[in-house]
C-alpha cells in the first residue's frame, strides 16, 4: 500500500471520528436535563437552607411566623409571578437581609414559591 494511500485512510478516519464525536455531543447537550438547580426541589432546599429562620417555607407552617410572611401567603398573592419574585430578590428591604443569588437560586426559590399555588393547604 503506498503511501498516499495510508495518508487518505487516516484522514478519513479521523474525519468519520470527529463527526461521530461531534453528534455525540450535540445529542447529549440537546437531551440534557434541566440543570437541577432550577427545579422547585432545588428551591425547597435552598428555602430551607436560607429563608426559614424569619419565613415558614412549608405549606403547613403557614400563621406561626409573625414578621415575614410565609411562602404560601407569597404564592397566594394576586401579583406574585416569577418576574416580581426575582426583581424583589434584586431590591433591598429593610426587614430582609440583601440577597446575592445566582439566577439559577433564583429560579429555583420563584419555581418552589409558584408550586406552591398547587397545593392545598
Known amino acids: ?4 494511500v495510508r495518508i487518505y485512510i487516516g484522514l478519513t478516519l479521523l474525519i468519520a471520528l470527529s463527526v461521530l464525536f461531534l ?8 437531551g440534557a436535563p434541566r440543570a437541577p438547580s432550577r427545579t422547585a426541589s432545588a428551591g425547597h432546599r435552598l428555602a430551607q437552607a436560607w429563608c426559614q429562620t424569619c419565613h415558614a417555607v412549608e405549606p403547613q407552617m403557614t400563621g406561626l411566623f409573625d414578621e415575614a410572611p410565609s411562602f ?16 424583589f430578590w434584586r431590591t433591598s428591604h429593610q426587614n ?3 440577597l446575592v443569588i445566582s439566577p439559577d437560586q433564583a429560579d429555583a426559590l420563584a419555581n418552589y414559591i409558584l408550586s406552591l399555588r398547587d397545593r392545598e393547604n
Not at 73 to 83: C, K, V, W, Y
Open 1 to 4: 500500500m503506498s503511501r498516499s
Open 23 to 30: 453528534f455525540s455531543v450535540i445529542h447529549t447537550a440537546a
Open 72 to 87: 404560601q401567603a407569597i404564592a397566594d398573592r394576586r401579583g406574585t409571578t416569577m418576574l416580581s419574585l426575582k426583581v
Open 96 to 98: 430582609m437581609p440583601n
